[in-house]
């Protein structure tokens, strides 16, 4: 059926103050938010989404654990604020009467995607346990609402059944996220470590899946997928390994891009997801402060252009919600995106932030005013979030601000309900039009168009954003601002100097939630990571072992010769009660910060089942209080580890697991930690690989406890599979370094 059409004036948008000027940068930078966000209603609020409503409010979601330690498990929950401050919770999305009837009796329902198109509200979900199999056979259910707050109706079956795994059990079809791509249809990506990641084509309303699935991810590598199209390309990311192991958990969210929603995404370095030796490019990683694994993301962009991420992480010092070893305390953090060389980057790499950190920028400028009955000249008297009025208010004719907006760079962003044609002008200079099925940009003397999909709806509402960002001018027409895309038209303009002058709008359309906002100041930048100084001590293997030496639990195949430590993997491991591997220490640097560097060769081969053949170095306290950084076989996969093993519960010594990957593995690797003190006397080591040996990937950090001195060393374990002869780890070296 033809899209239906009508004319509606051109409603009231928000005005900045006179005099405001690009050099002021940072909106609002006395707005501060603190992590967690959601302390004030919650304990946990975890796997996270996000979406601003049409009343202007934003809203999130959690997966169905209890908010508070000891209480009940919900049905999923939701909240909402205006600033990122103050939070309001507003119950959960399901009761026991409204969820679906195909959830099997104890079914939870985990980790929500909100999106919002064809005029409601649209929720993904897991469903643990579903009435079609017996045992866990993990589904995926949808939700449609007419406000972002519910109620919320589910469909009479799931959007992608449960997938046998052909061994009698079940993939794992979890952890949902849609987009909607430039070619009009939308797609869903779903699954976990057990199958990988794929996706889906869906119905036109979002409810049914359609057409065959493509994966997109190896196994035992990601979940918890999020999908954004920025500046022609789809940037997949997915978190990798435990999400949920207390004090050890080392979750992180890691990238990789394509031309295609649906792959194949590579990363930095060219890899795809789907390789043996597994890519991605670090988007989250812990840093050494309280947080840790941080993970299970959702993306948004707030007035100003910024981008922020909104996770779920844990605080070392309170990991448990319940009592050790029980369900973890995983409240919602948020921080900005920076988009470095092309690449997500959170706060430039420095990763989850501890403090007042400024907030989302929300409203536009000094406010809206809606009911101004001047004709096309509009005001300022709303506040900042609010949504124009009663719930849209027009002008006749063309608009606009009341004052200038201000020169350099800045952005335009509206809910929009299109007429024929609707055209706004920045600076008397840039120009953006959709009309005739296309959206057109015109700056400079240059001029772009890219084409609205052929069924694109205008009589639904969707979000239209105008930037000018130094001297690249961007217009996209999208769902909910969720980095999904209709179409997006760009130009760079060389020595584009935007002027301060009223933003006007021409046409016919109807509009809500409009704000005008200087755009953020990019950072271009990574921040700095550890770097070698001069050389301290170490062993390049020339000779036997000396007396920086020491064994636990000596291997006498461990041999040093040809300038190499070589040492077959024993069958034994460290983790657990498992404790029978042997260590090989040097005697570490003096003083509070240094770099220990090794570069490994073990053959761990591709695609096959090796578990856990693994080399590396580790810092030990004890058998059950250590970190070990190597290059290990998980299932098919071949990863950099950097695991973490301690006491979670002392009044019996059990102990919990857990580790975060860094970079790529490869049959060649170079090993590097970097040890620090923190201000509370802490010792901090933090991980990074390289695959030559001149590039390096920094990733997560590990504390262990301060007044005690941990040694480092190397171990070569995790033959299980009865190899003969087992694999063999050869050190060409361990070095010591001065930390720049």
């Known amino acids: ?241 435990n999400c949920c192991a207390g004090p050890t958990t080392g979750y992180s969210v890691f990238a990789g891009r394509s031309r295609s929603p649906r792959g194949p995404f590579l990363d930095k370095d060219g890899v795809a997801l789907t390789d043996s030796h597994v890519g991605g490019t670090t988007v989250i990683t812990q840093n050494g402060n309280r947080w840790i694994g941080p993970g299970h993301h959702a993306f948004i962009t707030d007035a100003a252009g910024q981008d922020h991420i909104v996770y779920h992480a844990i605080d070392r010092g309170t990991p448990w919600l319940t009592n050790p070893l029980g369900v973890n305390r995983r409240p919602m953090l948020i921080d900005r995106i920076d988009w470095i060389d092309g690449w997500p980057r959170t706060r430039a790499g420095l990763g989850p932030s501890e403090g007042p950190v400024p907030a989302p920028t929300t409203g536009s400028g000094l406010g809206i005013d809606s009911t101004d009955p001047a004709g096309g000249v509009l005001g300022s008297s709303r506040q900042p979030g609010d949504a124009l009025g009663g719930p849209t208010a027009s002008v006749s004719g063309a608009a606009q601000t009341r004052q ?71 217009a996209r027409v999208n769902d909910a601002g969720l980095g999904d895309v209709y179409a997006e038209a760009q130009l760079a303009v060389p020595g584009l100097q935007l002027r301060a002058a009223p933003v006007r709008w021409l046409g016919s359309a109807e509009v809500d939630n409009l704000t005008v906002r200087p755009v953020a100041e990019p950072v271009r930048r990574m921040a700095d990571v550890p770097r070698t100084g001069k050389l301290l001590s170490g062993d390049d293997f020339s000779a036997d072992l000396g007396d920086d030496w020491s064994w636990l639990r000596e291997d006498a195949n461990a041999v040093v010769a040809d300038g190499k430590l070589s040492w077959p993997l024993e069958n034994a491991d460290m983790v657990g009660s498992g404790n029978n591997a042997g260590l090989l220490f040097h005697r570490t640097p003096a003083g509070d910060s240094w770099i220990a560097e090794t570069k490994l060769h073990l053959d761990l081969g591709a695609n096959d089942v090796r578990n856990y053949q693994q080399a590396g170095m ?85 504390v262990l406890p301060a007044g005690q001195t941990p040694k480092l060393g190397l171990y070569a374990h995790g033959e299980f599979t009865g190899a003969n002869p087992a694999p063999v780890a050869t050190f060409d070296y361990l070095r010591f370094y001065e930390s720049k």
Not at 36 to 62: E, H, K, L, N
């Open 1 to 241: 059926m033809p899209p239906r059409r009508f004319l509606a004036a051109v409603c009231a948008v928000a005005a900045l103050a006179a005099g405001t000027t690009a050099a002021t940068a940072a909106p609002d930078p006395a707005v501060k938010t603190t992590n967690p966000i959601t302390s004030s209603f919650a304990d946990t609020f975890a796997d996270p989404s996000i979406i601003q409503g049409r009343d202007g409010y934003w809203y999130a979601y959690a997966t169905s654990d209890p908010l508070v330690g000891g209480g009940p498990f919900g049905l999923m929950h939701m909240a909402r604020t205006k600033d990122f401050g103050s939070w309001e919770y507003l119950g959960t999305v399901f009761t026991d009467a409204t969820k679906p009837a195909w959830a099997a009796p104890g079914s939870f329902f985990w980790a929500p995607d909100i999106r919002y198109f064809g005029g409601r509200y649209v929720m993904y979900f897991t469903v643990t346990d579903t009435t079609a199999n017996a045992g866990g056979d993990p589904a995926i259910g949808v939700a449609t609402a007419p406000t972002p707050a519910g109620p919320w109706t589910a469909t009479d079956g799931p959007v992608v059944a449960p997938r046998p795994d052909g061994n009698g059990g079940f993939l794992g079809t979890i952890d949902p996220a849609l987009l909607t791509a430039a070619d009009g249809k939308r797609y869903l990506y779903y699954g976990g470590f057990n199958g990988g990641i794929s996706v889906t084509e869906l119905s036109p309303d979002g409810l049914h899946s359609v057409g065959a699935p493509t994966q997109v991810t190896i196994g035992d590598r990601y979940e918890g997928s999020y999908v954004v199209y920025r500046d022609g390309w789809y940037y997949f990311m997915g978190s990798s390994m």
């Open 404 to 474: 200038s907006a201000p020169g350099g760079s800045l952005r335009v962003e509206v809910d929009v309900r299109l007429g024929n044609s609707f055209t706004t002008v920045l600076g008397n200079e840039v120009v953006a039009t959709v009309s005739g099925g296309k959206v057109t940009l015109v700056a400079g003397h240059q001029s772009a168009s890219a084409a609205l999909p052929a069924d694109f709806d205008r009589s639904q509402w969707n979000k239209l954003s105008v930037q000018v960002s130094g001297t690249t001018v961007t």
């Open 618 to 702: 580790i810092v030990y306290l004890n058998d059950n209080d250590f970190a070990r950084l190597g290059s290990v076989s998980i299932w098919k996969t071949r990863q950099t580890e950097y695991g973490r093993e301690l006491v979670a519960r002392p009044s019996d010594g059990a102990t919990t697991y857990g580790a975060a990957a860094i970079g790529r593995s490869a049959s060649t690797l170079w090993l590097r930690i970097a040890y620090s003190k923190n201000a509370a006397g802490e010792n901090v080591y933090r991980a990074g690989t390289s695959v030559d040996g001149k590039s390096w990937t920094w990733g997560a950090s590990w």
